[in-house]
């Protein structure tokens, strides 16, 4: 019962602690969106025709009003379960209830943004196929612009340089 009790404070600390960096750094109302620079520079760099610009346009809006609709219902859950944060007893079940909750649409997003980017992929040519897969691998290494990112874990198996800079 003890380690129960320790996981459940601990539980209840990070959900704190992670809805005060949400709530700074995105419930703030002077937050702005990414502007799609990450798109336009997947279209750039794939040297997207204008056929295939539209239709990634098109993609690019649909996704984004269903990242939307989840990420609404995502801070609904969380203004939920902060809401609760000053009760004198914390129903334990209803706590795992909307975090689990919060959990499925964190597996929702991860869904629609790999569904997003396998509609990216279908619309490129076999060429554009394999520098996409290389623009994706890198950033989900992290390595951004000027090659930030995480530490780097060269001389794994499947692991790639970043491209060079262009100039």
Do not use: W
Not at 19 to 30: A, C, I, Q, T, V
Not at 59 to 88: G, Y
Request: glycine share 6%.
């Amino acid at each position: 019962m003890k380690k129960n009790k320790l996981l459940y404070i601990l539980l209840v600390f990070l959900v704190v602690v992670n809805g005060f960096f949400l709530f700074n750094y995105l419930g703030k109302p002077n937050f702005k969106r990414p502007s799609g620079k990450q798109d336009g520079f997947i279209a750039r760099e794939l040297n997207f025709d204008e056929i295939q610009k539209q239709k990634f346009e098109a993609l690019k809006a649909a996704h984004f009003k269903r990242i939307e609709v989840v990420l609404d219902e995502e801070r609904k859950l969380k203004d939920d379960l902060f809401d609760r944060i000053s009760n004198e007893t914390i129903n334990t079940f209803q706590i795992d209830s909307i975090t689990n909750q919060i959990g499925k649409l964190a597996k929702l997003k991860d869904l629609e943004t790999f569904n997003h980017f396998r509609d990216i992929q279908n619309i490129c040519n076999e060429s554009q196929k394999n520098q996409f897969e290389q623009i994706l691998r890198h950033a989900l290494h992290g390595k951004g612009k000027n090659g930030q990112g995480p530490p780097s874990n060269r001389g794994r198996e499947g692991d790639m340089p970043p491209p060079p800079p262009k100039h």
